[in-house]
Structures are given as structure tokens and as C-alpha cells.
């Protein structure tokens, strides 16, 4: 942990941040697995999975019965968990379908748009070092509100091939019952290429790891991706009515998560102070083990003269997550142009947004809250422009059409005008 106050080191940590690339290995190892499940489908999940997970599977056994997911042993309080999170998601979610549009065109006529639901979309939920069961309702209950009827999840079993009850138990209250178990890499990329037993879907959404992410970077146009996510970011912005302990913990929060980065970016020097000395003594009491000391290492205390400036740092260093604890939260987000979810005021920890409060989790990373967002019902939808035109705009677009033909050599084209003309209305 760090508290930085020169201009030059503030610039120095900037200048460090960039997107997450893979390197020249992982490449190969995800351009290998897409090889071996486009040549042997089934078998290559099954041979990956018993080669990284420590399970055998057939590809019978692939699938998840129904029957295993009617008789998951979930927790009463995480069954009624689930349930709470579904219920805000799902209204979050409503809110953002789009109407479709129609108006007068300008030279007669009319244009619009209209949306349509991919037809089948593809959910990966990580088990891996924790079973993210949120990432279901996350990823799920979008798809669902856009309209998708054929909507499949996939998610690494343990050694004797159990899926996490947990999951199961949010599929089950989903009512997915097409649910695929097995190492999580060659199963995206089953998902996205199709194979005898998972049909090919048109939409892969969800968390992941590493090499998931990059299995979902180069299979990008066999189908859509939701987005392409690296390591858990968050950043507070906090002046000095904001409580030392509540961004210490908020902080900590985050950077327990593996290879996350962090910051708080404070207008008050005596406040950077207090909440470092909280963030050392959670981490060596109440929460002692729950960071690793890498995590710890990429935690960042700017100090910076006034709001304004902290908006601007926050704006180029885009982060997944933003929170805002200051005398005027509404008056800072004014000035925020890039964060993937903001958190406002004190009551709104960011592990309200990672669990329940409605938005989907699955967030940009690296930067990229600068120029994308995260998951939504959008994610599943498709725009289609529409377009009549009646004889009147036809006549007063056809010279327009016939210039442009003529300029971009596509003589065809400008016949499509021409031979209406010749023709005349019936």
C-alpha cells in the first residue's frame, strides 16, 4: 500500500495502468483447446477435464440432470439469498428494455428500429477458487428479460464431478435446466463452436479466469461476446466526511479479489492517513488472511488538492467499480465521464452491486469503462433499422443515390434509382 502526493509519482502509476494482454503462452494453450474442440467436440472437454480438473467424464455425463438440479442441498439462507438478488436484478433489468421507434423520414417516408433477442446465449459461471453463484442471476436474468427462449450455463464440477449446490440452486429458481459441467475453457469454447452434445449459442456472458477471458477474445465473431473482463478494479473517491473504517473495509472488499487494483483518491492528507491505518488494522484483525500481500501492494491512497482533480484521475483510470463518499456525491458524479457502476454515499458498499442490488456484475476492466459497458438486457438484443420509403421520399432521394453510385464505382447500385425512373409508378 502506497499513499502518493507528488505529481510525478501519481504520474508514474498512471502511466503503469494498462489493459490486460495475454501473453504469447496463454494464446497458444487457448488456440490449442479451440483446435482440439473443433476436431473432437465432446472428447476434448472430457480429456481437459480429467487433465486440469481431476475428473473423468464421459460425454454422457457432461450434462447436469434435471434430477441433480431438483435435489441440490443449497442452504435455507442462501436459497432465500438468491431469491432477494433475483428480484432486484430482474426489476433493474426491465427498466432497460428499449421501445422500438418509428418517425417520418425527412425526404418522405418513414425509418425506425426494432429489437430482437439472440436466439440462444451461453452462460459461464466460475467454481473454480470460489463458486460465484451470483454470476448466475448476473448473467442470466438479463438474458431472460431480453427475451432469449435457449439459454444454456457452464461451470467446472470438483474431482467427483459435483456442481456447486449453490449454482444449481440458482439455476433451479431460474428454470435452467440445460447446465454443463466440466473444465471451463474448452467448455466456452464447446458453447461457441458447437458440438454433439452443446448446441453452438449466438451470445457467450459471464465472469471468468484468465484464459476464459482469452478463449472469449479469439472466438469474438464466431459469436458475441458480452465483453472482455481482467482482474476485479475499484476506486473510492472520499473527502474528509467520509469514515476512515467504511472505505477501509470497501476498499478491502475488492482487493481480496486475485490480481485486483485498487485506489482511493482523497482531497484530504489527514484522511489518507486515518484510513491507512485502518486498512492495517483490518488486515491484521478482522479481516488477517483475507488480502493477499500482492493485493495489499496494488493498493493506492492519492492525495490530491480538490474534487475536481479527483475526477479527473478517476476518469483516466476508468475503473470497474467506483464509489463516491463525499459531502456532494451527486456534485462528483457530474463530473465522472468513465466508470463501469458507481456507488454513491456511504450506505452503498460495492458488494452490494457484486451480489444483489440490480445491475449485472459482469463489468469493464482494464480501462475499457472508457469506451464500453457492462453486461445488460443489450447484451442479448439486436438493433435492426427499418426503412419505407413512399414514391415522394424515393424521388428525393434518387439523385443522391445516383451521385454517390457514381463516386464509389458501384454502377449497380445507381441503377436500382435509374430503373425505377424508366419505369415509372404503376
Not at 479466469?209 to 473482463?229: C, H, P, W, Y
Not at 475488492?254 to 483518491?265: L, P
Not at 463525499?326 to 457502476?341: F, H, Q, R, S, Y
Amino acid at each position: 500500500m502506497k499513499i502518493i502526493e507528488s505529481k510525478e509519482a501519481l504520474d508514474e502509476l498512471l502511466k503503469s495502468r494498462k489493459s490486460e494482454r495475454p501473453n504469447a503462452r496463454l494464446k497458444d494453450t487457448v488456440s490449442s483447446i479451440i483446435k482440439s474442440v473443433i476436431k473432437e467436440g465432446d472428447a476434448a472437454v472430457c480429456d481437459y477435464t480429467a487433465q486440469f480438473d481431476k475428473c473423468e467424464l464421459s460425454p454422457s455425463k457432461l450434462k447436469v440432470s434435471k434430477r441433480e438440479i431438483e435435489n441440490a442441498k443449497c442452504p435455507p439462507e442462501l436459497e432465500k439469498a438468491i431469491k432477494n438478488a433475483a428480484e432486484g436484478i430482474r426489476a433493474f433489468h426491465e427498466k432497460q428494455l428499449r421501445e422500438p421507434w418509428k418517425a417520418d423520414g425527412p425526404f418522405g417516408g418513414a425509418f425506425g428500429e426494432i429489437y430482437r433477442p439472440v436466439r440462444r446465449a451461453g452462460v459461464y459461471v466460475p467454481a473454480g477458487t470460489a463458486p460465484l453463484v451470483s454470476s448466475v442471476l448476473m448473467s442470466v436474468i438479463p438474458a431472460q428479460v431480453a427475451g432469449v427462449k435457449s439459454i444454456c450455463v457452464a461451470t467446472p464440477c470438483n474431482e467427483e464431478g459435483k456442481v456447486n449446490p449453490g449454482i444449481l440452486a440458482a439455476c433451479k429458481l431460474l428454470g435452467i435446466y440445460e447446465l454443463y459441467r466440466g473444465h471451463g475453457p474448452s467448455l466456452v469454447a464447446a458453447m461457441c463452436l458447437g458440438t454433439r452434445t452443446i448446441e453452438k449459442v449466438d451470445v457467450i456472458a459471464g465472469p471468468g479466469s484468465a484464459a476464459v477471458t482469452e478463449m472469449k477474445r479469439q472466438l469474438f465473431g464466431a459469436v458475441n461476446v458480452d465483453l472482455i473482463a481482467g482482474p476485479s478494479e475499484s476506486l473510492i473517491i472520499a473527502d474528509e466526511t467520509a469514515e476512515p473504517r467504511f472505505v477501509a473495509a470497501d476498499i478491502l472488499s475488492q482487493a481480496e479479489h486475485h490480481g485486483s487494483q485498487t485506489y482511493v483518491i482523497t482531497t484530504s492528507k489527514k484522511f489518507a492517513e486515518a484510513a491507512s491505518a485502518e486498512i492495517v488494522s483490518l488486515t491484521e484483525n478482522e479481516l488477517s488472511g483475507a488480502v493477499e500481500p500482492a493485493g495489499l501492494d496494488r493498493l493506492n491512497i492519492v492525495v490530491v488538492k480538490d474534487l475536481k482533480e479527483a475526477a479527473k484521475i478517476s476518469n483516466l483510470i476508468a475503473p470497474e467499480h467506483l464509489q463516491i463518499m463525499t459531502k456532494d456525491d451527486e456534485g462528483v458524479l457530474d463530473m465522472i465521464t468513465n466508470a463501469g457502476a458507481v456507488f454513491l454515499g456511504k450506505w452503498t458498499p460495492v458488494p452490494m452491486g457484486d451480489f444483489a442490488f440490480g445491475p449485472s456484475h459482469v463489468l469493464p476492466t482494464g480501462a475499457a469503462a472508457a469506451f464500453m459497458s457492462g453486461l445488460s438486457t443489450a447484451t442479448f438484443l439486436k438493433r435492426m433499422s427499418v426503412m419505407k420509403a413512399d414514391e415522394k421520399g424515393f424521388k428525393n432521394m434518387s439523385q443522391t443515390m445516383e451521385v454517390f453510385s457514381r463516386y464509389e464505382q458501384l454502377p449497380a447500385h445507381g441503377f436500382t434509382s435509374r430503373v425505377r425512373k424508366e419505369k415509372g409508378p404503376k
